[in-house]
C-alpha cells in the first residue's frame, strides 16, 4: 500500500493511523483519525480548512475517544441495569468489529443507518432487531455524553423502524408439511414435530420448551429464573421483576410443574434454575439448539418467542377472558392482548347474531339515507 504523505501509523502495525498537517496559521498539528481511509479523509478536509483560513475544531482539543471505550462503559451499565444485558453485550461485539477503532464523535448518523441497513437487508432482519442495535447505539453515547466523553449522539437521528406488534404466530394443530424423516412422519401437526425433534436430537432442553409452552414466559424472565422464585407448595413462579419492571405471579400447570421438577432433579438445587450441562454454566438463551430444531421438524417463519403467542393462543381459544391472559402475560394494559381477541369467543358474536332474526322490526330508512350510489344498487 502507498502511503499518503501526512498520514501515518504512531505504533507500525496498531491499524490506528494520525495525519499532520500545518493548520491556518502555519503551525503544525497532529490529529488521531482512526482507520487509513478514514484518515486520508480528513486529512484532506483540515488542509482545505488551513486554506480557507479557518479555526482548528473544537474537537480537536479535546482527547482522541475510541468507540470500543463508550461501548465498554455502556456494557457496566447495561450489566448493572438491565435484565438484558447479555443481548446488549452479544450486539455490541458486532458494533465494535465495525467501529471499534474509530473516533466515537467521528461516526455520523449517516453512516451508523447505512451500516444498519445493509447488515438488515442481507440477513433480513425484523424492524424490532434494527431497533435493538438503535437502541443499543443510543444508550452508548448517552453514557458517554453523561462522563464527558463525548459531546454529539449521532445515533438519536437514525431513524426508528416501525414494527409489527400484530403478528400472531403459533404452532398450528393443521396438518404440516411432508418430510423424509422417519420419526416425524407420523405426526401430522407443527407442535407434534417439533416436541419429536426436541426429543430426539435436544432431550436435555425439552423441559425449557415444555415451561415456555406453558407459562407463556419471555425468554429473559426465564433463562434469569432461579429456584429461590419457584414456590413448589403453591405451584407458583415468582418472578420480582419482569420486562416492564413489576412483579410477575405466575401460576403452574400439570405440565410445566413437571418440567420445573425434571430440571430440579437433575441439577444443581441453587442459582439458576437452567444451566448447560457439560459446563454448568447458566443458560443465556435456547439460540444454539432452538433455531435448529425448528428447522429440522420443517416449521418455517417461527421463533421462540412465539412460543409465548401459542400459550396465549391455547388460553383464547378455549374461552379464556383477555383480561386474565393479559395478567398471566405480564401486560400493562390489554392493548397488546387484544391481538388474541379474535381467536375466541366474545360478545361480539352475540351483537352480530341478533341480525339472525327478522322478528325484530327495522326502523324506517330516511329520505337522505336512501340517496345511495347506483353502484351499490346494483
Known sequence: MTKKRGVFEKVPGSGIWFIRFVDGKGRYRREKAGTYSFAIKLLDKRRGEAVQGKKLPETLRRKFVPFSEVAEDALIHSRTHKRSWQDDESRMKRLVEWWGGRDAEGIAT????????????????????????????????????????VNVNPARDVRH???????????????SARTDVDYLKPLKTEEARLRAVIE??????????????NTGLRKGSMYSLTWAMVDWNSRMLNIPTSKNGEALHIPLNNAALEALENVHQRGEKIGR????????EPLANSRHWFEKAVIQA??????????????????????AKLEDI?????????????????LGPNQLHEIAALLNSDSTPVAPATEAA???SPSFVN
Open 110 to 149: 449517516s453512516e451508523m443507518e447505512r451500516q444498519l441497513s445493509d447488515v438488515a437487508r442481507d440477513e433480513k432482519w425484523a424492524p424490532s432487531t434494527f431497533n435493538h442495535y438503535r437502541s443499543l447505539l443510543m444508550l452508548t453515547y448517552r453514557e458517554a455524553r453523561r462522563s464527558g466523553k
Open 200 to 213: 430426539h436430537d435436544y432431550p436435555e432442553h425439552l423441559p425449557e420448551f415444555e415451561l415456555a409452552l
Open 326 to 342: 393479559g395478567e398471566l402475560l405480564g401486560h400493562k394494559s390489554l392493548t397488546m392482548t387484544k391481538r388474541y381477541s379474535h
Open 273 to 280: 434454575a437452567f444451566q448447560s450441562e457439560k459446563t454448568g
Open 161 to 175: 423502524r416501525r414494527e409489527d406488534n400484530s403478528r400472531v404466530r403459533y404452532l398450528n394443530q393443521f396438518e
Open 298 to 319: 420443517g416449521i418455517k417463519d417461527f421463533v421462540w418467542h412465539d412460543l409465548r403467542h401459542c400459550f396465549a393462543t391455547k388460553l383464547r381459544m378455549k374461552g
Open 370 to 372: 336512501i340517496q345511495v
